[in-house]
Every structure is written in structure tokens, then in C-alpha cells.
């Protein structure tokens, strides 16, 4: 209870709850619970505190009466699982509306701030050596018009990066079938190995 007491203490010298809150005793939210508590039980007033016992059982009382089920909660399974898939909080939001979930945006962005705090993921650093590996992928490219017939193109982006150097070779495409994809792995190591050749040549003139 020692917090508490210094925190009414505090707020019998006219300081603000932001005040007391930049002293790190603690919160703004929370003050503002134990202003609320101090005011209704006059313990604003110059009047001697209450014992431990009784000052806890007034905050306790307070807590218990604040405490409101979450609005979020019938849905807190279903939330969990398109968390962890990847949906950001906003989809999630309009998904709720749907099922009748009645809470504002808030509410939402404060549950998943907590899955997140109890679901720290680890992560890992990759060390490779280099010509070990090379990490491959499509992606989305740029809507193109062919000038000469008018026909609108949708494109991809076969992207290879060197896991060790990270040097990259990128190349538009139009379709993501396995003749493409073994043409585009060749491309790629034919412009990596001219990349080297180049390299060496330009040591060997400096040497």
C-alpha cells in the first residue's frame, strides 16, 4: 500500500495524474482509478489515511467493480487463430462486425497487444557460407499494356538472393510455370557468374 499512499499524498499537493505519472509511481490510467477511489472515499481531505488493511480493501473493492468481462471474448478463439495466420488487426475488426461483435477498433488492437506480449516469437539468425545457399521467390509485378496490341499483362517477379552477400538478380515474367522458373534460375546463375568473372578481371587490373 506504500504506493498508494504516495500517490495520494501527491495528489493532496495538487499534482495532476500526468504529473505523478512522469514520477514513475505509476500510470495515468491508473491514477486516475485511485483519484477516482480517493475522492469518493475523502481521502482527498486533510484527513489521517487509513490503515493498510482498510486502504487495501478500498482499492480491491474498486478493481473488482471495474473489472467488465471484454466484449471481445466470445470471439477469442477465432481472433487467436487469424492473429497467428497473419490478418492485421483492422481486417479483423471489420470480420467481428460481421459476426456481431459490437466493440470499437480499440478493443481489438488491445487484445492482440496482449497475445503479443505472452506470445513472444523467438527468432534465429541464419549464418551461411558463401555460394551455400540462394533463397528464390515470385513476386507481384507491375500491370503492363502490350503497345502493339493493347492486351493488359499481369506480371511477376522472379527474385534470386544470395543468402551470404545478398546480392540480388530480378527478372519480369510473364507466368510462373516450371519452364519459366528453370529459365529464370539460369538466367540468374549466368549473371552471378558473370558478376564474378567481372569482379576478378577488375582485381587482376588493379593488381
Known amino acids: 500500500m506504500h504506493h498508494y499512499r504516495q500517490v495520494i499524498?501527491?495528489?493532496?499537493?495538487?499534482?495532476?495524474?500526468?504529473?505523478?505519472?512522469k514520477s514513475g509511481l505509476m500510470g495515468r490510467i491508473k491514477c486516475a482509478e485511485v483519484r477516482a477511489v480517493a475522492e469518493r472515499n475523502g481521502l482527498l481531505s486533510a484527513v489521517p489515511l487509513p490503515e493498510d488493511q482498510v486502504l487495501g480493501k478500498?482499492?480491491?473493492s474498486s478493481t473488482e467493480r471495474a473489472a467488465q468481462p471484454s466484449l471481445i471474448e466470445p470471439f477469442e478463439s477465432q481472433v487467436k487463430q487469424w492473429w497467428?495466420?497473419?490478418?492485421?488487426?483492422t481486417t479483423i475488426h471489420r470480420a467481428l462486425n460481421s459476426h456481431g461483435?459490437?466493440?470499437?477498433?480499440s478493443s481489438v488492437r488491445r487484445f492482440l497487444q496482449k497475445l503479443d506480449k505472452r506470445n513472444i516469437r523467438?527468432?534465429?539468425?541464419?549464418?551461411?557460407e558463401p555460394g551455400e545457399a540462394?533463397?528464390?521467390?515470385f513476386g507481384t509485378g507491375p500491370t503492363i499494356t502490350d503497345v502493339f496490341t493493347g492486351e493488359v499483362l499481369k506480371t511477376w517477379i522472379f527474385v534470386m538472393?544470395?543468402?551470404?552477400?545478398?546480392?540480388?538478380?530480378?527478372?519480369l515474367v510473364l507466368d510462373q510455370t516450371v519452364r519459366t522458373w528453370l529459365c529464370s534460375h539460369r538466367h540468374a546463375f549466368e549473371f552471378f557468374n558473370a558478376e564474378c568473372v567481372n569482379e576478378n578481371e577488375t582485381r587482376h587490373a588493379v593488381n
Not at 461483435?101 to 477498433?105: K, M
Open 101 to 105: 461483435f459490437a466493440g470499437s477498433y
Open 58 to 60: 478500498l482499492f480491491e
Open 84 to 89: 497467428q495466420e497473419g490478418i492485421c488487426g
Open 161 to 171: 538472393t544470395l543468402c551470404y552477400s545478398r546480392h540480388q538478380y530480378a527478372e
Open 122 to 128: 523467438a527468432s534465429c539468425v541464419l549464418d551461411f
Open 9 to 21: 499524498f501527491r495528489m493532496r499537493m495538487g499534482q495532476s495524474d500526468r504529473a505523478i505519472a
Open 134 to 137: 540462394a533463397q528464390v521467390d
